[in-house]
């Protein structure tokens, strides 16, 4: 078998998918896309076409390290990202060529279904309450929201107060009967981490994902030291050797990667069982499309320390286009008291409607992340 053709399709809201056709017929879709980057990307996936066109897809570790040494440079959100989506595809590939879920080509089920969890509150988060309520009632017990809006790298008490405050109102609305992570965004600088982490550890959030953003990954042992608050994080992180110097360097309980951004299926399970070696759990990044969390899935399902997975069913950024949209076979994907079961189709078990990716690709959205600035009128972290 040879592979024959990349295509790609960008579609709304801010997602791209792959489709890799091989001589034989057989067809993979991967979701390569860094949000607000689709068309670099895109680009990327192009760059790569030389190292796969006519090649056998079956070869996916050789293809893969191709991928990432062949070019000298390296690593980084773009070209891991093109690597991610085309490495999803030829697992895809290799799937349905088998006959098999890729879960059980990595050694079949650790667990029988996937604890899931659901976003609220927004960008700059609000109605918290009112929205864990309705997702309450779709059986969601486990949310995630942005912890502050924007925050200067030395903010005010009222600042920390505006969110501490909202965090005890969700405290006091549900008591312990859900869990709720706190996305810092990266918006939290290193000098504000320390002090809203001891304002909300009377307040037991679940985990503080992005504490400081990940080039200040240094910091994440010594905010470790100061909280029993668990840190997260990984989705701006693109390799194993990334990871690698964080988990050496402690301080992380949660790894995040991003099937979409490091590297793919190959990479994120090196990345999950290096995770495992140092006790840190897994809990993949997907604020993505259905390939990204079909990929994911593939991971959880075969990996003890994956602990909670994102999806983006009612995100904020789904204007347009919703998770399910370019899915046919909607029901397997269906979450039952917060849990999803192992995607039981061929390769990544994802039946996708390419009628309505060509149509929806027709109208390809150019999203891009909104500009925040400061009152003083320097760019705010978004
Ligand atoms: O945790 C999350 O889902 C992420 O922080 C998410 O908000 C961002 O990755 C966003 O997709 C970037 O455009
Ligand atoms: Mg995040």
Request: glycine share 8%; net charge negative; aromatic share 10%.
């Amino acid at each position: 078998m040879k592979i024959i053709k990349l295509t790609t399709y960008r579609v709304p809201p801010r997602w791209m998918l792959l489709k890799i056709e091989t001589d034989e017929g057989v067809v993979g879709w991967g979701e390569p896309v860094i949000e607000g980057r689709a068309r670099t990307v895109e680009t990327a996936v192009q760059e790569m076409e030389s190292y796969l066109i006519g090649q056998d897809p079956s070869r996916i570790n050789d293809l893969w390290q191709t991928m990432y040494r062949a070019g000298f440079y390296r690593g980084g959100a773009i070209t891991m990202s093109a690597i991610a989506g085309i490495d999803q595809a030829l697992w895809d590939i290799k799937g349905k060529v088998m006959g098999k879920p890729v879960y059980e080509l990595l050694g079949g089920l650790v667990r029988d279904r996937m604890k899931m969890y659901s976003w609220v509150g927004g960008d700059r988060p609000s109605d918290i309450i009112e929205h864990i309520r309705k997702l309450r009632e779709g059986g969601f017990n486990t949310f995630k929201m942005n912890a502050t809006e924007e925050l200067g790298m030395l903010d005010t008490a009222a600042a920390v107060d505006k969110a501490v405050e909202r965090v005890a109102e969700i405290r006091a609305a549900f008591g312990n009967s859900i869990e709720f992570g706190l996305d810092f965004h990266g918006r939290v600088a290193a000098p504000m981490a320390k002090v809203l982490l001891r304002e909300l550890e009377p307040y037991r959030p679940l985990f503080v994902e992005e504490p400081v953003l990940a080039e200040q990954a240094e910091y994440y042992p010594r905010l470790a030291a100061t909280t029993s608050i668990p840190l997260a994080a990984g989705e701006r992180m693109y390799s194993r050797f990334e990871f690698k110097n964080v988990f050496h360097a402690g301080g992380l309980s949660i790894a995040q990667p991003d099937l979409s951004h490091a590297g793919g299926i190959t990479e994120c399970m090196k990345i999950a069982s290096m995770a495992e070696a140092y006790d840190i759990t897994l809990a993949p990044h997907c604020p993505l499309g259905p390939v990204a969390l079909a990929a994911c899935l593939a991971v959880d399902f075969v990996s003890y320390n994956a602990v909670l997975q994102e999806q983006s069913m009612g995100i904020h950024y789904n204007k347009g286009g919703e998770l399910l949209d370019y899915v046919v076979n909607k029901e397997d994907f269906l979450i039952t008291d917060g849990y999803m079961k192992p995607l039981p189709k061929p390769g990544l078990g994802v039946v996708v409607d390419e009628a309505r990716v060509l149509e929806a690709s027709l109208n390809a959205p150019d999203w891009r992340n909104p500009v925040w600035r400061h009152a003083d009128g320097s760019v705010a972290e978004w």
